[in-house]
């Protein structure tokens, strides 16, 4: 038997390979699927089974392509429905892989169909489970993403409640515990770093699997202080539902060169978003006029969901020399499939060309911490609400303006004004100010370092308040 997890950092994401006499199974495939087949084809193995947790919200899974790819067997939970062709497992349905069995609990509560895969080894012994959402480290998925006519999001946490009980807490405290995310994912609240467990570690540690933890307990605590869900959630779930182009179509179309005049006449004829995912630096010394800002070396692809609203929008890249693949593959993990093509040889071709260039202004936190007591100056924290709520400037034009929201919220500033931008350390203050400025906020100043470098500086701070605590 062997299991490998193949988890992806941007995503907070963790896809499982199990493999046992030469057949395999995978969970949570990602968009891109020749790394499973490949991976099956040097073992000497079979992909027979494609088993989905839930209608995922994150990211747009690749268990179709898979089974067209491999013949293997798109495998739901309970009550799952979709548009392509998939087996609906039933409650303690039993598949042989093998010499070892899959069992198929169905877990409802984070959705409806939301199902954990018990793992039974070559001994009939239970050796671990693959809890998708249901179960994280540390945590629990969020009940609010499959809210329905006749559900709150009240109800599907109670589900939630009766499936961990019911279903997983009666499994032996040795058995492992395989999620599908871990830090960084919104599916929850406070999601371990470690991608890997044990389930008697969850039940010491994991608030939501007290043993005297009342329902009502449970349902108020899970539900407390739940961000809205990005917007590309109910997008994403809709493609897993119905169906998406090839990977490999969408690649193909993404991956093409081009000029600079042939970018600048698609990006005008297409009214495409331009897309610069090169670092905070490079993009702030230079950029196309307009474009947008998400670096590949920060949150990308999460960030890229919250923040272009249509998944539609066709795209133009401007990447580093040997990252437009990567690009293109990043961006259809959550669904933006419409990549019109990239600028060949990066931003120095559009340079070369004589065009058009636009930079950041910035201040060094320094300089800023000397100006603000002279002046009141205006200032948008762009990071989000538990991070200004645990430290802030002091000020009485300091205003919390989170990067999540901007779309929504730029009513609240004013295109007459100078506003001076920071996020922790600069990759969000860089989003957000290329944004302002492609929507014509022209007056702004990126304060280099953001809250990490003006911590160093004699700028008034709000006193510090644990974000555990919060």
Not at 251 to 278: Q, W
Not at 359 to 380: H, P
Not at 410 to 423: Q, V
Request: proline share 4%; hydrophobic share 35%.
């Amino acid at each position: 038997m062997k299991i490998e997890q193949i988890y992806t950092g941007c995503l907070a994401q963790g896809a499982y390979y199990i493999e046992s006499h030469g057949e395999v199974a995978i969970i949570d495939p990602l968009r891109e699927t020749q790394q499973y087949v490949d991976k099956a084809t040097l073992e000497k193995a079979k992909i027979k089974y494609i088993f989905e947790t839930h209608f995922h919200a994150d990211f747009v899974s690749g268990h179709i392509d898979l089974a067209k790819k491999t013949g293997a067997k798109i495998v739901f939970g309970p009550t799952a429905k979709t548009d392509y062709d998939a087996y609906i497992a039933k409650d303690n349905e039993v598949f042989k892989l093998g010499n070892i069995s899959i069992k198929a609990l169905h877990t409802p509560g984070h959705t409806l169909e939301s199902t954990t895969y018990l793992l039974i080894d070559e001994n009939g012994k239970n050796h671990a489970i693959f809890s998708g959402d249901t179960l994280f480290l540390g945590d629990v998925g969020r009940p609010d993403l499959a809210i329905k006519s006749d559900l709150t999001k009240e109800d599907l946490a109670a589900m939630l409640y009766d499936s961990l009980r019911n279903k997983i807490m009666p499994l032996a405290n040795d058995v492992i515990v395989y999620p599908a995310h871990g830090a960084g994912s919104a599916c929850g609240k406070n999601l371990s770093k470690d991608t890997v467990g044990t389930l008697g570690d969850q039940k010491k540690t994991n608030y939501a699997l007290r043993a005297d933890m009342t329902k009502e307990e449970f349902v108020k605590e899970v539900l407390d202080g739940i961000p809205p869900p990005p917007q590309y959630f109910a997008k994403n779930a809709m493609m897993n539902k119905s169906g998406y182009d090839a990977f490999e179509t969408v690649l193909k179309r993404g991956n093409t060169p081009l000029s600079a005049n042939e970018f600048e006449l698609i990006a005008n004829h297409e009214n495409a978003l331009v897309l610069d995912v090169r670092t905070e630096q490079e993009f702030g010394k230079g950029h196309i006029p307009n474009s947008i800002f998400i670096g590949l070396n920060g949150g990308f692809a999460p960030w890229v969901g919250a923040l272009i609203t249509d998944l539609k929008q066709p795209i133009l890249i401007v990447a580093p020399n040997g990252k437009e693949t990567e690009t293109v593959t990043r961006l259809s993990r959550v669904g933006y499939d419409n990549t019109l093509g990239y600028l060949e040889g990066g931003f120095d071709t559009w340079l070369t060309s004589g065009k058009d260039i636009e930079t950041l202004d910035s201040i060094s936190a320094e300089a800023f911490s000397k100006q603000f007591k002279k002046e009141d100056l205006n200032v948008l924290d762009v990071r989000k609400d538990g991070e200004y709520k645990s430290i802030h400037l002091k000020g009485e034009h300091v205003q919390h303006f989170a990067l999540d929201y901007i779309n929504t919220h730029m009513n609240a500033i004013d295109k007459s004004k100078t506003y001076y931008i920071h996020c922790a350390g600069g990759y969000r203050s860089t989003i957000a100010t290329s944004i302002l400025k492609a929507r014509g906020f022209n007056n702004l100043i990126d304060i280099s370092g953001g809250m990490q470098a003006l911590k160093n500086t004699n700028v008034p701070l709000t006193d510090y308040v644990c974000p555990t605590t919060l």
